[in-house]
């Protein structure tokens, strides 16, 4: 009778102790990172991935800076972090096949010509006649037509952070497509509504790069929208500079002065939106960009740039460390770029469509840089503080799952045990 | 009281008064006019996708040395080439073997000329034009080349086009061209950016009306849109090149080489060849055709650009002025007319601008072209010719300035030009529809548009238009018009009481239109046969012994239709219709005819307003006033008949003396036969001439016949019923 008693209570006692392991696990560790993180003292968004739509609205070859301006931001976002099946390009005309162009298969957003925004790594989404009012409603609202492939549709949910980008001809109210049709503030504004109610963002980035370009925004009524344009009501949006040799206006001047400041963020620098509206002077666009913030409770300045034109990755290449070994749990395999350059080519490439759709920061960083050999630094990006690592690999609810049933085993064994002896004293 | 019913109480009485009405709309058109300079605006180029002045040009030093290179070759073929060949013809061997070295695209084309283009006789340069062609006299040979664009779809082209060989030409000027032409499709040939294939014309300018080639590109045109068009064109007595049509064009459409829809077309002239001061902008085509404002913006900034220290539409003083000579302000050289509505107005540069108004819608109004440009026109090619010369705008025929831009320097000039003018067209890509069609420009970077421009001619309409109504609707009666506004004004009062029913005491008047319409058919019957007889004869005496006969024709006519009415009772009532409605009151003949001729009038110059404005204008501003003036009264210091006279005699006269005063232009050369002849020489195709005889002198004739009316009851003893001064005697009374 003693010796049973005895077993039993060894057995309870290594069944408790093993569910404490359990609990101790990295999977917990990760958990409480999480909580952590989405409760952040700065008002930090709590997104758990990251889309773009980026849309040039006008064709012909003497709006070449539309494209170069898009295009522009589509490298910018993907050197952010976020990756080509995150993003929805549109552009409504090819001139980098253009017979005018004396750059083949180049376009360039710099009379300097040190950056080709074509490239050998893009995926244009909507190309040509494609780009519509109807098509663009029709992607925010994910109303498509059956088959209508997946690299068309903004597969967002209600934890995805939306950056929307827009440039082309445009006036009071409205954006001009091909030159013929034109979509209305309030077409965009009904459509952004259709979402929050699909839950198919958390937060919006509105950016319209025309002429009037705040009026475009100017019947939006969602929340969680931020929006700005590059001029106010009254007012046209110029370009910023000649390039002779292509023979016209290669970027606009919104665009470049976002690019100027894009150049010093990195995928986890904790820029905000502010700073980066503050670079937008009347003195640099000749116009005004004034944001709508009310619509936008966290404000520009508890918001982050990478919050939209980065990628919601807490997770980032580091040169050197022993964080070696980890693999994707559900991302796949991704070629992640060697990081020597430091944190500016972090995440570039991306080059794999994996999942990333609904599975969280989890799939979603996995599936960026859970490459094979790639060093790793876990960072919680609020206020600079020192990244936390982890070891043994990066806990997914799954492995979560597996340490409490360890415990869970362990216990039920002890009980059945000690109900095992107690039973046999009893006989006995 | 409604809006519509002020509406219609002002329109009452404004044909109540239609004397004063229409002497005030007149005036005011007449003050419109003169007030053109302050209603031009600035010019701009409206079409975005010309990209004008965003690029760097591939024409560079380099280019202008070999232009200059190929330019001392040309001369040296021509002065060495056999003395039986012809200097244009030794000038397009050598240019064909050059393209051949180039390896570009080049195709012949001879073609059999119009009768209308065959003016000039024989070959004016004494030799024999073309050693393989079949006679020197009637049939040119333009040579094109084509620069492809690599990566163009070949829809699209683009047209420059050098004529050689004018008349007037020179050597050197030829030479030039054809060194610039060679270098600058060299430099297209080549360039990234090529997305429309050019194609260079080279015309054979030494055939047609004008000096600059005209008929050749005609027949190049033809040629392009319309295979083996070019010698089926011969006029009928040219059988013999008939005969040789295949010899001409054996296989149009392998030998002729096209460049897609042409889209806009470029005529560089270098008259004083190779020499860079000046660009002068000609837009004008056949009877005042324009194209699209853009394309005489874009060449205008893009000469500027290349360094030309004027460049503009009237850049060179020599146009546009009356007679050729040249005042400095490059308008008509008439000066005080202008300098007195400047003293009045604003001053010198108001009679600047004022002047230049004149000079470019004279322009205009003449319908002839002065550019190879109005035949690319005619196929809705949007086209300009640019002429450039020294700095003293006059061609001087010499070989080299010495003063201004010359040699090396001009061929960077003009090669820099010429690409610029080609890659912003090929920078399009619609046809231009921005801008507008219809303007006049008041200065190089001011023009008034037809919203601007359109006013005077309405006006003066107008003024017309009210006089016919009123006497269509109230006649010439006191007591008619009376009554009937009494009438009109009881029916309105009572309209809702007794059904409308009028006062037994109102008239209204009764037209003979079949007679006038009759009389006005005859006179135009008539204008157009002294058409014919000017297009046959070319004569002075023959046209004016026509018109008059056709005058007299049209007075007796008159006379006798109204004789035999004479003792009808103009005036008299028709009747009572003994419901109490009102009786018709008939009107003198002369009236009715008066409506017809206004309306007719009207009608004819409202709508040549919308096909050339200035000429409309033209013939408007003396014909109304003289077709308002026209009545049968019998009273006053003058004579029906010697109103009549003055009308068919005196006033023609007096309009051309007049206008050549003020415009600056030598009467003695206004001659009707001259005219004749070339209206026949530009193949028909100028309104002036078909204008003047059957709409303008029909005018006239009617205007004269109205005043016959007067003579009948002159004779007859005067009838108490008529009217006694233009516009009835309702008029002075209600004055």
């Known amino acids: 009778m003693r010796t049973w008693s005895a077993l039993a209570l060894v057995l309870a006692l290594v069944a408790r102790a093993t569910g404490d392991a359990a609990a101790d696990t990295p999977a917990r560790r990760a958990e409480a990172f999480f909580q952590s993180s989405s409760s952040s003292p700065a008002g930090g968004s709590n997104h758990t991935s990251n889309w773009a739509v980026l849309v040039d609205a006008s064709r012909y070859w003497f709006n070449y800076r539309h494209i170069a301006n898009t295009l522009s931001l589509y490298r910018t976002v993907k050197r952010l972090g976020i990756p080509d099946s995150n993003i929805i390009l549109m552009l409504a005309d090819d001139v980098s096949c253009s017979p005018r162009n004396s750059f083949p298969a180049s376009v360039f957003g710099n009379a300097n010509h040190l950056a080709n925004l074509y490239g050998d790594n893009i995926e244009v989404d909507y190309r040509g006649y494609e780009v519509t009012p109807e098509n663009l409603l029709r992607v925010l609202t994910d109303r498509h037509a059956p088959g209508t492939p997946r690299s068309k549709r903004l597969l967002t949910d209600a934890g995805s952070n939306l950056f929307l980008y827009i440039t082309g001809h445009g006036g009071d109210e409205f954006m001009k497509f091909q030159d013929q049709t034109e979509i209305m503030s ?8 259709q979402m929050r109610e699909k839950r198919r963002y958390n937060e919006v980035l509105f950016i319209a790069e025309t002429c009037q370009a705040a009026t ?20 046209n949006s110029y370009s910023h500079h000649l390039d002779r040799s292509i023979g016209l206006s290669v970027i606009d001047r919104f665009t470049y002065w976002t690019l100027e400041f894009m150049e010093s963020v990195t995928p986890h620098a904790g820029a905000t939106l502010a700073q980066w509206f503050s670079q937008l002077t009347n003195h640099r666009l000749h116009s005004t960009a004034k944001p709508r913030l009310e619509l936008f409770p966290r404000g520009a300045h508890d918001a982050r740039v990478t919050d939209f034109l980065g990628h919601v990755s807490k997770a980032a290449p580091m040169a050197g460390g022993g964080y070696e070994g980890l693999s994707s749990s559900r991302g796949g395999r991704v070629r992640t770029e060697s ?18 759709t609904g599975g969280g920061a989890a799939a979603a960083a996995a599936g ?61 | 009281m409604r809006p519509r019913d002020a509406i219609v109480a002002g329109l009452r009485r404004v044909i109540r008064h239609h004397v004063a009405a229409s002497t ?10 003169a007030l053109y300079p302050a209603l031009a605006r600035r010019t701009f180029v409206d079409e975005n996708a010309f990209l004008v002045a965003q690029t760097t040009v591939g024409f560079d030093r380099r280019d202008a040395r070999d232009a200059s290179e190929h330019y001392r070759a040309a001369i040296d073929a021509a002065r060495t080439s056999p003395g039986d060949v012809h200097r244009s013809d030794a000038l397009r061997g050598w240019l064909e073997d050059e393209l051949d070295a180039l390896g570009m695209e080049r195709y012949r084309q001879a073609f059999a000329l119009d009768r209308h283009s065959w003016t000039r006789g024989d070959d004016d340069w004494g030799r024999r034009s073309d050693a393989s062609s079949i006679d020197n006299a009637t ?19 683009i047209v420059l086009a050098t004529p050689i060989g004018a008349p007037g030409a020179t050597l050197e000027a030829d030479a030039a061209a054809l060194a610039l032409g060679l270098v600058v499709m060299r430099t297209i040939a080549s360039a990234p950016w090529l997305a429309k294939d050019v194609a260079w014309l080279v015309a054979d300018a030494r055939w047609g009306p004008g000096d600059h080639g005209i008929a050749a590109t005609d027949a190049w045109l033809r040629e392009y849109h319309d295979p083996g068009s070019s010698t089926h064109h011969s006029a009928g007595h040219l059988t013999q090149h008939r005969r040789h049509r295949a010899q001409l064009s054996p296989s149009p459409l392998a030998l002729f080489g096209r460049v897609g829809a042409l889209q806009q077309a470029y005529v560089l002239e270098l008259p004083e060849g190779a020499v860079a001061d000046v660009a002068s902008i000609n837009v004008v085509g056949f009877n005042g055709a ?38 400095g302000d490059g308008g008509v050289k008439g000066g005080d007319l202008f300098d007195a509505v400047g003293a009045v107005v604003g001053g010198a540069p108001f009679a600047a601008d004022l002047r230049r108004v004149a000079g470019f819608a004279l322009a205009l109004a003449r319908g002839t072209p002065a550019g190879s440009h109005a035949s690319f026109k005619s196929y809705a090619v949007d086209a300009v010719t640019v002429r450039m010369s020294g700095s003293r705008g006059v061609p001087t025929g010499g070989a080299h300035r010495r003063d201004g831009v010359s040699g090396e320097d001009a061929f960077l000039r003009l090669g820099t030009f010429a690409e610029s003018a080609v890659r912003c067209s090929n920078n399009l890509l619609e046809t231009l529809h921005h801008s507008m069609f219809y303007y006049v420009m008041v200065d190089d970077d001011r023009f008034l548009s037809i919203a601007e421009y359109v006013a005077p001619q309405g006006l003066m309409l107008a003024s017309s238009l009210v006089t016919a109504i009123a006497l269509a609707v109230i006649g010439t009666s006191t007591g008619g018009v009376a009554s009937v506004f009494v009438a009109e004004k009881t029916r309105g009062k009572n309209g809702g009481k007794n059904g409308g029913k009028a006062t037994p005491a ?27 007889v000017a297009t046959r004869t070319a004569s002075t005496a023959a046209q004016l012994a026509a018109a008059y006969a056709g005058a007299l024709a049209t007075a007796a006519a008159a006379l006798a239709t109204w004789s035999n009415n004479v003792d009808g009772d103009e005036g008299s009532f028709d009747g009572d219709e003994g419901d109490g409605r009102v009786g018709a009151r008939r009107e003198p003949p002369w009236a009715t005819l008066k409506v017809v001729a206004l309306s007719v009038q009207v009608a004819s110059l409202g709508a040549l307003t919308f096909f050339n404005f200035a000429l409309a204008v033209a013939v408007t501003a003396p014909l109304a006033p003289l077709q308002l003036w026209a009545h049968g009264g019998v009273g006053g210091a003058i004579k029906p008949w010697l109103r009549a006279a003055l009308t068919l005699v005196a006033a023609p006269v007096l309009l051309v003396a007049t206008s050549c005063a003020a415009l600056g232009t030598d009467a003695r050369a206004c001659s009707l036969g001259d005219a004749a002849a070339a209206h026949v020489a530009w193949g028909e195709r100028v309104h002036v001439l078909p204008l003047a005889w059957c709409v303008a002198w029909p005018g006239l004739v009617l205007a004269a016949c109205v005043h016959l009316g007067g003579v009948r009851g002159w004779r007859r003893g005067a009838s108490t019923r008529e009217e006694e001064a233009p516009g009835g005697p309702e008029g002075k009374k209600r004055r």
Not at chain 2, 24 to 33: K, M
Not at chain 2, 507 to 529: E, I, K, Y
Request: hydrophobic share 45%; with cysteine; proline share 3%.
């Open chain 1, 186 to 193: 309030k077409d965009i504004a009904d459509a952004l509504e």
């Open chain 1, 216 to 235: 475009l925004a100017a019947r939006f009524y969602s929340p969680g929208v931020l929006a700005i344009g590059s001029s106010e009501k009254g007012e």
């Open chain 1, 339 to 356: 990081a020597d350059a430091g944190d500016d080519a972090a995440t570039r490439g991306g080059d794999g469509r994996g999942d990333g």
């Open chain 1, 368 to 428: 960026k840089s859970g490459g094979e050999g790639a060093r790793l630094k876990v960072g919680d990006e609020d206020a600079g503080r020192v990244p936390k690592a982890v070891d043994g690999g990066w806990a997914t609810p799954g492995a979560r799952a597996r340490g409490e049933g360890v415990a869970f085993a362990a216990v039920s064994c002890a009980a059945l045990v000690g109900a095992a002896a107690w039973v046999s004293a009893k006989a006995y």
């Open chain 2, 24 to 33: 005030a709309l007149y005036l005011l058109g007449v003050l419109a006019a």
């Open chain 2, 139 to 157: 049939h040119g040979v333009n040579v094109h080349a084509v620069a492809r664009a690599a990566r163009g779809n070949g829809r699209e082209g």
């Open chain 2, 290 to 327: 324009l194209p699209n404002q853009d394309l005489l913006n874009v060449p205008v900034q893009l000469a500027k650009l290349a360094g030309f220290p004027r460049a503009g539409i009237f850049a060179d003083s020599s146009r546009f002025s009356g007679t050729g000579g040249g005042d």
């Open chain 2, 506 to 532: 109102a008239t209204a008047p009764a037209h003979d239109w079949s007679s006038a319409l009759a009389l006005a058919l005859l006179a135009h019957v008539a204008g157009w046969c002294v058409l014919l």
